[in-house]
């Protein structure tokens, strides 16, 4: 070779050798960030999924999953600690997507088509009869017979219905009664008139007063319908009546229906929807 061609030869292997010097730098970087990027995946993969109240050796979300299973938000996974196949629970270190925390969501709303979350309950009178009776056949030693007059004691109880509310918020309760006056001989010493009540049991609790007229020739049916607002735990709604005049007076087919509902399906409380 000429010793021109020597010396360009000599220029370019030092331009390559630069080059690897510059790859050898730039590897050192990519193989420094490879580490840091090692160091925290295996940082993350030793530190909590979960929050602390969904460990499984904990029973704090159990009632919780419980409560939204039994109003059928969602049914959850079979429970390995107990033998009953209703018992349901999450796996505590499973992830809930989007689109199943959308549903349940909407369905503990009431939107999107779901009813909203509602808890029912129902009771029938002591003495309930199949059929409606004429109050000129009633035998009053076979039903509720309401002896006290009027201003006397307290009201009577004809049914009561109970239900337990899961949090705050409203119960529509409905009813039905049908009342008679004593069978006598004659319109003397017979009831006049009967003063009933839809009534929350519970301590200085609201109640919706009554009024049916009834006497011995007649027989009276009423329906209430009340929404009481109430406070989470267990709830007792009554129907009760009290006589107005000397003579009895016979409750039959007394019947309740009691339904819990958090909130209405625009959100704002139900007594406004």
């Known amino acids: ?65 419980q409560a939204i299973a039994a109003a059928g938000i969602t049914v959850g996974a079979d429970d390995p600690n107990s033998i009953d196949p209703n018992v349901r629970v999450y796996n505590p270190k499973g992830f809930v997507t989007r689109e199943q925390m959308a549903i349940f969501l909407a369905k503990t709303a009431g939107l ?6 509602a808890i029912a309950a129902n009771g029938d009178g002591a003495v309930r009869v199949a059929r ?20 006397g004691p ?15 918020g409203f119960v529509l309760v409905t009813g039905a009664v049908e009342l008679g006056a004593e069978k006598g001989t004659s319109s003397t010493g017979t009831s006049t008139a009967v003063f009933a009540r839809l009534r ?48 009895n007076v016979v409750a039959y087919n007394g019947v309740l229906t009691a339904l819990f509902v958090p909130f209405g399906a625009t959100g704002t409380s139900t007594l406004g929807d």
């Open 132 to 151: 409606a009776i004429s109050a000129y056949t009633l035998d009053p030693q076979n039903y509720l017979t309401v002896t006290a007059a009027y201003p």
């Open 112 to 117: 999107g088509g779901f009813p909203p979350v």
């Open 200 to 247: 929350d049991a519970g301590t200085n609790a609201s109640s919706l007063p009554l009024y049916a007229g009834t006497d011995r020739s007649i027989a009276a049916a009423i329906s209430p319908t009340f929404v009481f607002p109430v406070a989470a735990g267990a709830r007792s709604f009554v129907l009760e009546v009290q006589k107005a005049g000397s003579g």
């Open 1 to 65: 070779m000429t010793d021109e061609t020597t010396r360009q030869v000599l220029v370019e292997l030092a331009e390559l050798r630069g080059e690897v010097a510059t790859l050898r730098a730039e590897l050192e970087v990519a193989r420094a960030g490879q580490s840091s990027l090692s160091a925290l995946g295996n940082q993350a993969l030793l530190a909590p999924t979960v929050f602390s109240d969904l460990d499984a050796a904990g029973p704090e979300f159990r009632s919780a999953i």
């Open 154 to 168: 307290d009201f009577q109880p004809v049914v009561t219905v109970s239900l337990t509310a899961p949090a705050p």
